[in-house]
């Protein structure tokens, strides 16, 4: 036995298309504006966090030896982190 579509009615199918047709449109939309909203808040993340990175001024050091194993003698544990910011022991390198 072979299974048997049915036909639907006229009436139904365009009851069906008009509610369909909007509800697809503004879903469509919505996501469009979600997938934007998205970009726009990771751009401004990426700067904030960017803006950030470039207050640290462990790379204009006197004390930064630019060595992975031993990043500064004085605070090997906040070197090249947001915590050393505001770094008490700072001084310039002279090497501008």
């Not at 048997?4 to 009615?9: E, I, T």
């Not at 009436?11 to 997938?35: D, E």
């Not at 993340?45 to 640290?56: F, L, P, V, Y």
Request: glycine share 6%.
């Amino acid at each position: 036995m072979a299974l048997q579509l049915m036909a639907l009615p006229a009436g139904l199918v365009l009851v069906v298309q008009s509610v369909l047709v909007p509800v697809c449109f503004i879903v469509a939309w919505g996501l469009m504006g979600f997938a934007a909203w998205n970009l726009v808040t990771a751009v401004r993340d990426g700067m904030d966090r960017a803006t950030a990175m470039h207050k640290i001024p462990c790379a204009d050091c006197r004390y930064f030896t630019n060595d992975h194993r031993l990043k500064c003698p004085i605070h090997p544990k906040i070197a090249l982190s947001e915590s050393a910011i505001d770094c008490t022991d700072f001084e310039q390198s002279g090497l501008m």
